[in-house]
């Protein structure tokens, strides 16, 4: 017993050695700069000015900020537009991989490429497909005699908005579909056959076996997906840059342009709402995930 | 039978539909990137099939391509060789010791990978101001580790929690250290592990850009996505088949790597998110 107990006590020393160089890169990369952004909120600071105590001064300064009021909205309306989008066509791609088909593993890798592509690369080429003048996007809608006039499709918020909606679907559906699909390949094929022989349709398999069974995994997806996405940055940066007039300035990029002009005290504050709506979306995960179970 | 026929063909618009969706915004890329004229769709403009804007992007020198590219090579390697030993280490003592604090450790390095990195970068870009780092390979290596890890980490585990303890119980019992257990009987065993947490930890890396936006100023160090975002023609104009160029080179490897690995990487991509 008590030799047990004293192997137990070598065993957590060793342990934590093991644990050492984690620990050390994540707290000093991670949760010290969180605590410093918190900090620095606190703070009117600003490059080349004396940094002063303004307690919660930067957080009245958001509560009026009109700017902040849009980027916000922008930020919440775009998860709730993308987020759904995506489920249901990463639903539809999963199902459709997952059916046994001659060129299966030729249409998962096809799949990949969209995830596979750097988000810069994909935002530039997006940025050319909208392009006024001679874009992909134009000359489709010409060619399919849609509308006889070129839209200037990042000229306005809503054609902005709904551009950078596609652009993103684009991005990370393959994403869900991966998921979904893993998902799928744990339902055993022996149901499906008994709700054939019971006479169900295509339909009510899938919305009375197939959706029922995903649910957990199409949970973790739709959460993971709305922590990546309300943290938005590089595909707005390229393609909108947040314009036009503001409108699709997501609370990311808002955030970095105030660091970018050297007001750290401001923009620390923008950072740790941010930080606070995702965080509360990552306790939701980490429960539906249910990670504990894992690991007894 | 009817419901046989509606299946095929939703599963035959679906098809259509997906490669379509999937393929096109590449091919477009790779198109633009062989012309002579990024506008050849408007009416009279010829389409010009060239090497050039592969060619001048790769010579010409005030571009910095190649600079670019060998910061994303240089950065993205150490990244991943770094964060896989360090995550190697902790997810053997997360998945074969006791030791307190064992499930609150791994549920924190999993919300850890859910902070936005705007909540960071403040601190960071000061820190590595006064550290005089600014635009060097070590401001963006150690906040690339912290970042990724969370990824190798859970990958990682994964493959271990499957390896039996009685591995570990075997050489105990010969007197073997912990360390060596590690060094010579884990790590050999969880070398597909190991592989799948080097390349996607190369890969979100290699892609990263809010750190690499801030921290680097110069070609002596930023990476390929800030150099492809601030892409600038030597004349003013929007170089689009500069861009497009680059912007294959960059993405070629990865999309070959993905699509030849394809069953690993919705493996291991799952892993990431489900846990196994």
């Known amino acids: 017993m008590k030799l047990k107990a004293l192997s137990g006590r070598r065993q957590e020393r060793v342990a934590y050695l093991f644990i050492l160089p984690l620990a050390a890169?994540?707290?000093?990369?991670?949760?010290?700069?969180?605590?410093?952004?918190?900090?620095?909120?606190?703070?009117?600071?600003v490059t080349y000015l004396p940094t002063e105590f303004a307690f919660l001064s930067n957080y009245k300064r958001l509560f009026t900020d009109s700017n902040f009021y849009q980027s916000l909205r922008f930020t919440l309306l775009f998860v709730a537009t993308t987020i759904p989008i995506e489920m249901v066509l990463g639903m539809i791609f999963a199902l459709i991989l997952n059916e046994r088909l001659r060129y299966r593993n030729a249409l998962r890798a096809t799949v990949l490429i969209p995830w596979a592509v750097p988000t810069i690369v994909a935002a530039r080429t997006w940025e050319l497909i909208y392009n006024y003048g001679y874009g992909l996007a134009n000359y489709i809608l010409a060619l399919l005699h849609v509308s006889g006039d070129p839209v200037n499709w990042l000229g306005s918020p809503v054609s902005a908005f709904f551009a950078l909606v596609l652009a993103d679907v684009w991005k990370t559906t393959p994403f869900v579909a991966i998921i979904l699909l893993a998902g799928l390949q744990t339902i055993p094929e022996e149901i499906y056959e008994q709700a054939r022989v019971d006479g169900t349709n295509l339909f009510q398999r899938f919305f009375k076996i197939t959706l029922p069974m995903l649910r957990p995994v199409v949970a973790v997806a739709l959460i993971f997906r709305s922590i990546d996405t309300i943290r938005i940055l590089d595909l707005i940066y390229v393609v909108t840059d947040g314009g036009p007039g503001g409108s699709t300035t997501s609370l990311s990029l808002y955030g970095y342009k105030y660091f970018n002009e050297g007001d750290f005290g401001y923009g620390s504050a923008i950072a740790v709402v941010l930080f606070i709506l995702a965080f509360l979306l990552s306790v939701s995960y980490l429960r539906i995930g249910g990670f504990s179970r894992d690991l007894g | 039978m009817k419901e046989e026929a509606t299946k095929k063909t939703l599963l035959v618009l679906g098809i259509i539909f997906m490669l379509v969706f999937c393929i096109a915004p590449f091919v477009w890329m790779i198109t633009v990137s062989l012309s002579r004229n990024p506008d050849f769709l408007?009416?009279?403009?010829?389409?010009?099939?060239?090497?050039?804007?592969?060619?001048?992007?790769?010579?010409?020198?005030?571009?910095?391509?190649?600079?670019?590219?060998?910061?994303?090579?240089?950065?993205?390697?150490?990244?991943?060789?770094?964060?896989?030993?360090?995550?190697?280490?902790?997810?053997?003592?997360?998945?074969?010791?006791?030791?307190?604090?064992?499930?609150?450790?791994?549920?924190?390095?999993?919300?850890f990978s859910m902070f936005p990195q705007i909540s960071l970068i403040g601190y960071l870009y000061k820190l590595m101001r006064t550290a005089g780092l600014i635009n060097t390979y070590v401001a963006l290596v150690f906040p690339y580790i912290a970042w990724t890890i969370p990824l190798g980490f859970w990958i990682l585990l994964s493959y271990m929690m499957q390896i039996p303890?009685?591995?570990?119980?075997?050489?105990?019992?010969?007197?073997?250290?912990?360390?060596?257990?590690?060094?010579r009987i884990i790590l050999p065993v969880a070398a597909p592990g190991l592989l799948s947490a080097v390349l996607l930890v190369f890969i979100a890396a290699f892609n990263e850009f809010l750190f690499a936006l801030m921290l680097t100023t110069d070609q002596s160090a930023r990476t390929i996505p800030v150099g492809i975002a601030l892409f600038e023609g030597l004349h003013g104009q929007i170089p689009w088949g500069y861009i497009m160029a680059a912007s294959t080179i960059a993405s070629l490897p990865l999309v070959i790597l993905a699509v030849f690995f394809q069953k690993y990487v919705i493996q291991d991509v799952t892993r990431g998110a489900l846990k196994g």
């Open chain 1, 25 to 45: 890169v994540i707290v000093l990369f991670i949760v010290v700069p969180v605590i410093g952004t918190f900090w620095t909120s606190l703070f009117k600071d």
């Open chain 2, 42 to 111: 408007s009416g009279g403009v010829d389409f010009g099939a060239t090497l050039a804007n592969y060619v001048d992007v790769l010579t010409i020198k005030s571009l910095h391509f190649l600079e670019y590219l060998r910061n994303s090579l240089a950065v993205s390697g150490i990244v991943a060789a770094a964060c896989a030993i360090v995550a190697a280490l902790s997810a053997y003592a997360v998945s074969r010791l006791e030791f307190r604090g064992r499930l609150v450790l791994s549920l924190a390095v999993l919300a």
């Open chain 2, 165 to 183: 303890k009685d591995l570990d119980d075997a050489a105990l019992a010969d007197g073997a250290g912990r360390f060596l257990i590690f060094r």
